[in-house]
């Protein structure tokens, strides 16, 4: 049973272009969440998708918007990459349950590197 | 608004002991989820164990168990009889809608032989 799996696993950008993070969900998942995590802090919440919409977002500005797709796998775009846009990108899956009891599983990450 | 505060920044712990890494949350909603993960310097955030704010009991899964205290607001992770591959990071985190987990910032365990 195949986990939650994201690629690239590495990825080095300079400021001002764009990238695309793509995430596959744990098997029979149909939730999709985006975490950012900067060196030495916890995971903060970008966004999540259900049903191809997004359900609720972070505290993150536009230039980061996201796609899921009817087979449950989605993307993380970023534009206009800042500096401060480098870290490790998580994504986490889960089923879409009622009440606080959604476990989320997640990838390895996407380690993004803007120079 | 939701907060999860983690004190302790680094902790070290025998091989073979026991261990307690603290969590402390601030809400006023009267549901809601408490999770710990591991996190390895691989960089995979890996489920622990999970607590409900309705759950009477403590959860338990292995070696690892929850000493929740509601009145307090206290969520400690407990990890009984360490292994070497029990050093990582280790984070707290809330939800209140199952939507958006909100984490702490994390206790770094060493496990020493």
């Known amino acids: 049973d195949a986990g939650v799996t994201q690629s690239p696993t590495h990825l080095i950008k300079t400021r001002g272009q764009q990238v695309t993070l793509r995430c596959s969900p744990k098997s029979g998942h149909d939730t999709v969440s985006w975490y950012q995590q900067a060196l030495g802090q916890g995971p903060q919440f970008i966004f999540q998708?259900?049903?191809?919409?997004?359900?609720q977002r972070g505290n993150f500005p536009d230039r980061f918007s996201g796609h899921q797709f009817p087979n449950y796998s989605s993307e993380l775009n970023v534009n206009a990459l800042l500096l401060g846009d480098s870290a490790l990108y998580l994504c986490a899956s889960s089923l879409d349950t009622r009440g606080a009891k959604n476990i989320q599983y997640f990838g390895a990450g996407t380690r993004l590197s803007v120079l | 608004a939701q907060k999860i505060t983690q004190t302790q920044p680094g902790m070290f712990v025998q091989e073979k002991e026991a261990v307690t890494l603290d969590c402390t949350y601030d809400t006023s909603d009267p549901s809601y989820g408490l999770f710990w993960y591991k996190q390895p310097s691989s960089g995979e955030m890996i489920f622990l164990i999970y607590q409900g704010s309705y759950d009477q009991q403590n959860a338990t899964e292995g070696r690892y168990s929850l000493n929740f205290q509601k009145a307090r607001k206290s969520a400690n992770l407990v990890i009984s009889a360490s292994q070497l591959g029990d050093s990582a990071m280790y984070f707290c985190a809330m939800s209140l809608s199952g939507y958006a987990l909100n984490f702490g910032k994390g206790t770094s365990l060493l496990v020493t032989p």
């Open positions: 998708y259900y049903e191809e919409e997004e359900r």
